[in-house]
């Protein structure tokens, strides 16, 4: 029987219930199964047929078989083979999984597809979320889709303007507040217990990260059932993190991976309270009152999933590394001029943290490395405007444009037929 239970103490919770954290010990929760009853259905089922998508894995995710699902085609991202920037790097194999090719750009449609066809089941009108960005346009999109009421709480002034443009397009009622997103993350969880017909969709829900964890089966099919030795990803409120090692468990588990990769997680500089606990080798953390990075989208200081993040990191003995804004916007740019993938900030921090981890002798070159970007860099085009070279401007002349870019004067026509 698919159901809840708490993360800490144990205490079970029915797949309908619903609640946010464990009413006994106040831990977060997340979704069981009974893998015999996976793999039955797995058995009569002719999901190997279907395309790479998040619902090519609908029987390992809890929603009932005559749900309605609320699907914009999310999933079957591409898992890029980077041999240039392998070699820039000095790594022998390296893979960028491109999350930024889901509808609305970033890895969250994954959860949210999942999230929005339970709000269905549950019979929801209106959904809420806090968000540093891609969240917010993620659920105000699929809450469209479903033709659901959607309320988004932004920290004022700190998301990425295309982030912002996507809720407000997709008709979601956008409230700035004038604080940061773990005090719109603390009001939201508040307000969707005091007004019991509001569905929060924020990563503290297990729901919408069953179907996150649908990027760990990918890569493993991608790689014809061997799972890379390391999955490095940026990490905010640390869902992500936790929803892929669930995926890759539950795969092992099935017997459809016989490996599992080392979960490496890295973090803004300004932001980092689980890289920081992990190199402390704590197994708890200290928050970040006042979090600050350019990577706006992983600008949080009180992730919700920091424990199941830390026992991810530490049951898969990998390991966790902070990054500098100037590592991040750098390895932004190394990724796309190398490699033709254009992704934001908060995305090119897992290159970044590759890139300090290997120069520090905690990565070895032999292994086989995913990174996952989690977000397009269309999102946050201002970031690259202030920080990179302008472009260049001259007359329409042509003689002006072959001096500005060094185009050699033509040889002479006798010259070549010659
Ligand atoms: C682009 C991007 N990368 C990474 C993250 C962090 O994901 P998580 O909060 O699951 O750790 C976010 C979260 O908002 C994001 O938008
Ligand atoms: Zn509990």
Known sequence: ?????????????????????????????????????????????DWKS?????????????????????SLNEG???????????????????YVKNEGENPTGSFK????????????ELDMKTVICASTGNTSASLAAYAAKAGLQCTVLIPSGKIAYGKLAQAIVYGAKAVQIRGNFDQALKMVLELSEKHREVYLLNSINPFRLEGQKSLAYEICDQMNGEAPDRVILPMGNAGNISAAWKGFTEFNKLGL????????????????????AIKKGSNKIVPVDEPETVATAIRIGSPVNWKKAIRAIGESKGTAETVTD???????????????????????????????????????????????????????PDIIMKTSEKPLEVDAEIESIEKLVGLARPIPATVVSR
């Open 326 to 380: 100037g590592e991040i916007l750098e390895a932004q740019k190394m990724l796309a001029r190398s490699e033709g993938l254009f992704v934001e900030p908060a995305s090119a921090s897992s290159v970044a943290g590759l890139k300090k981890l290997l120069e520090s002798g905690k990565i070895d070159r032999d292994e086989v490395i995913v990174c996952v970007t989690t977000g397009h860099g269309l999102k946050d």
């Open 257 to 276: 991976t016989n490996r599992l990769p080392k979960m490496t997680g890295i973090q803004a500089e300004g932001a980092a309270p689980i890289a920081q």
């Open 109 to 120: 449609d994954r959860g949210m597809t999942v999230g929005i066809t339970k709000a269905l």
């Open 76 to 94: 079957g991202t591409g898992l890029h083979s980077c041999q240039r920037l392998a070699d820039l790097l000095g790594v022998k194999q390296l």
């Open 1 to 45: 029987m698919i159901h809840q239970a708490c993360i800490s103490c144990g205490e079970k919770y029915g797949a309908d219930e619903i609640l946010y954290s464990c009413e006994r010990c106040g831990d977060i929760l997340e979704v069981k199964y009974d893998y015999d009853v996976i793999e039955e259905k797995l058995r009569k089922s």
């Open 50 to 70: 279907l395309p790479l998508s998040v619902w090519r894995y609908k029987d390992f995710m809890p929603i009932r078989p005559s749900s309605k699902i609320v």
